[in-house]
């Protein structure tokens, strides 16, 4: 009940308006890289009525002076988790005023166990109702591993009866695909596959170890997450035979180094060249390996998002700062730069990046960190313009949804972001909010600030 005291009745002093104009905006084509100044932008309910360089005249809309700005479609963040199945606490749901507060208006879920599908289906009816506002669940899956499994309270399977019996349940609980995770057998994972395409049901996650990333795309799998397992820079070695057959555990600082230093580019080019006849997407959630690298430095500990992080999660944070040696900070840091190059390498193959964040890891901020996301893509040589797209358009695409979300575009759902600078000149202005309309409701920058502290409270409750 307090999660709708904090986020409905605050919400009610916020313009109950069915129409909204912006007036002389800039709208930005995220397919194209057009801007189109002087624009007005009518939105009627919660579509985009009309974009036009003619007045526009709208009895009772809330107008909204877009001289100088830029209006762009909603953000996303491609891999978030709400839900805290290790610890089994309720979900995150401050995470919410969070998102939009950052111009974040979808969201992909990772981890919904069956048994708390009815938060996903509760959040899906308020957000298209706007009893309180929240992003979009677009997409929400459930982890499957193998055994012993990567995470406590993780569902497994050990062979292929129980890989395709589990893609049936998983399927008939309620989620959108099936996310498989690493420890999965070569046996089990290569059922799931079969048994998701015979069913029509999306597969996404992790190369499981012993599978690689070209028989997973070949295998169908949807989308491949993170970067910077060591199978996975085998895979891409120049010096693949040498390292193929040593497991993880037993490669020292000194071979992790080398395997590492000997990323080859054509090896990616080719990879990409997989993906690409696959449509296999890439989710890189380089923010988290750029965390990782910095995980003994003080200013991680210093950041003032800390106060959008819970007591519990200070704690654990605390303690998984403290566990990295500053001696093997060198090793980091190259693993943090090859994940720049492989997405790098990647993207200029053709490859699908799509922006997400990891959200429930230490060190990364509901809404703040899919922007950082979005600065390292253009870190590792993408153009502001291919990185916006990697939160926009690209998951439009992706989930399906490319018809009614991901571009400003007549007819469209009004999910979208005023900015008061140009993206397409320095990514880093999409953090220069200025309103944000979701699901055609407006939210001015007052609106916005006050979810930042309605996020607070809901913290300190906790």
């Known amino acids: 009940m307090k999660y709708l005291i904090l ?31 002087n624009q007005n932008v009518l939105i009627v309910g919660n579509r985009i009525e009309k ?19 830029f209006l762009i479609p909603g953000l996303w963040d ?71 499994p990567s995470w406590p309270n993780s569902d497994t399977v050990t062979n292929a009866e129980e ?42 996650g992790h190369v499981p170890l012993g599978i690689t990333l070209a028989e997973a795309s070949n295998a169908g799998q949807k989308s491949q997450e993170h970067l910077g397992f060591w199978e996975m820079f085998t895979e891409l070695s120049a010096k693949e035979e040498k390292f193929k057959n040593i497991k993880p555990a037993d490669l020292t600082p000194a071979l992790r180094l ?62 998984f700062a403290a566990r990295f040696k500053p001696e093997n900070r060198l090793l980091r840091e190259v693993r943090y730069q090859k994940g720049l ?30 922007h950082d996301e979005l600065a390292l893509f253009v870190q590792a040589g993408l153009s502001p313009m291919s990185a916006l797209q990697t939160a926009t358009i690209n998951p439009a695409k992706y989930a399906g949804k490319e018809k009614e979300s991901g571009t400003v575009t007549q007819g469209k759902i009004a999910d979208l972001v005023l900015l008061d600078a140009n993206p397409l000149k320095d990514i880093s202005n999409t953090k220069k909010i200025n309103a944000v309309v979701v699901n055609g409701r407006l939210l001015s920058r007052k609106d916005l600030d006050r979810l930042l502290q309605q996020a607070k409270e809901m913290i300190r409750d906790l």
Request: aromatic residues 10%.
């Open 7 to 37: 986020l409905f009745i605050p919400l009610q002093l916020f313009s109950q308006k069915t129409s909204v104009l912006f007036q002389n905006v800039n709208v930005i084509d995220v397919q194209t890289g057009k801007v189109s100044g």
């Open 51 to 69: 974009i036009t360089s003619k007045a526009v005249a709208r009895k009772n809309a809330t107008v909204v002076n877009g001289t100088g700005k």
């Open 78 to 148: 491609m891999h978030v988790h709400i839900f805290n199945n290790v610890s089994e606490r309720p979900p995150n749901e401050y995470y919410h005023p969070l998102f939009i507060a950052n111009g974040v208006c979808s969201v992909r879920e990772m981890w919904t166990k069956p048994k708390n599908i009815h938060y996903i289906n509760r959040w899906r009816t308020d957000a298209e109702t706007q009893l309180v506002v929240i992003p979009r669940y677009i997409e929400v899956g459930t982890l499957v591993d193998g055994v012993p």
């Open 163 to 204: 890989g395709r019996a589990m893609v049936r349940e998983v399927k008939a609980g309620g989620v959108d695909f099936f996310k498989v995770y690493g420890r999965l057998s070569r046996e089990a994972y290569f059922a799931i596959a079969e048994e998701c395409k015979k069913l029509n049901f999306p597969f996404a």
């Open 258 to 319: 080398e395997l590492l230093q000997s990323l080859s580019e054509q090896k990616c080019s080719s990879l990409a060249e997989v993906f690409v006849k696959n449509r296999t997407a890439l989710c890189p959630t380089i923010i988290q390996y750029r965390v990782a690298m910095i995980g003994d430095d003080d200013s991680i500990k210093k950041d003032s998002r800390l106060n959008y992080a819970d007591s519990s999660d200070k704690r654990k944070w605390a303690e």
């Open 341 to 370: 190059d492989i997405i790098r390498m990647m993207h200029s193959g053709g490859v699908q990046l799509l922006a997400g964040t990891d959200l429930g890891n230490p060190f990364l901020y509901a809404g703040f960190s899919l």
